[in-house]
């Protein structure tokens, strides 16, 4: 069993909708990250965070410590936010742990 | 962000014959380098962790005589996929990293296609 799971693991919506692609991870981390991987395969990280909220234009971004939850919000959906939305802890100081993905395709 | 380049982009190779993957970080320095590979419609797996000058640590099941892994100054790391088969044909993606995971922020190379015929 993957220590990251994410769901759902597909997930199509129309251009405009609010997203949520959610994460939960079974062992204690020191943080956790958000990745977009684009159709090509090149990765961006969109956030890393150890409590809280972060906020970057439309993507919102949330972590549960207590309850071992993350959430990926995005608002006001565009096309081009069609990618695969991946999570990873960080256990330790170096070791990622990568959930499967999320893949969201937004039709306009 | 940092800028972070793979050299090839994409690579078709014969069974048997041996592939070079160039990873640069064009604009910090790498002391920790990781090393993933993605089948496809799955999740990035670790390979292996390379620090500059010092010999890589391998993942369980990865085998460290196929996948040579050099990471001999802090810009540069290579891996080299020898004697390659079919079943290596996959997404390679380097991951260069000036340190601790927790302090800084994580980078990936735009990766690498390998189709071994």
């Known amino acids: 069993k993957n220590e990251v799971e994410q769901s759902p693991q597909n997930l199509t919506a129309q251009e405009g909708e609010f997203i949520t692609i959610n994460c939960s991870y079974s062992v204690g981390i020191s943080a956790l990250h958000w990745l977009q991987q684009h159709p090509g395969g090149g990765i961006v990280s969109l956030f890393m965070?150890?409590?809280g909220k972060k906020k970057h234009g439309r993507l919102i971004a949330t972590i549960n410590i207590q309850e071992k939850h993350s959430s990926l919000h995005i608002t006001a959906s565009h096309p081009r936010d069609s990618a695969v939305y991946i999570c990873?802890?960080?256990?330790?100081?170096?070791?990622?742990?990568f959930g499967q993905g999320t893949r969201l395709t937004i039709n306009p | 962000g940092a800028v972070v380049s793979q050299h090839p982009s994409w690579v078709i190779c014969k069974s048997g014959t041996s592939v070079k993957i160039e990873c640069r970080s064009l604009d910090f320095q790498a002391t920790t380098m990781f090393w993933y590979r993605q089948f496809p419609k799955q999740s990035l797996m670790l390979m292996a962790t390379s620090n500059e000058g010092s010999k890589a640590t391998y993942e369980q099941g990865v085998e460290k005589d196929k996948f040579l892994i050099n990471h001999a100054s802090l810009t540069l790391s290579t891996l080299t996929v020898t004697s390659a088969h079919p079943e290596d044909s996959s997404f390679y993606i380097c991951?260069?990293?000036?340190?601790?995971?927790?302090?800084?922020?994580?980078?990936f190379g735009p990766g690498t296609r390998l189709t071994v015929t």
């Open positions: 990873a802890s960080i256990q330790g100081a170096q070791k990622l742990v």
């Open positions: 991951s260069p990293s000036t340190g601790s995971l927790i302090t800084y922020e994580q980078y």
């Open positions: 965070l150890s409590s």
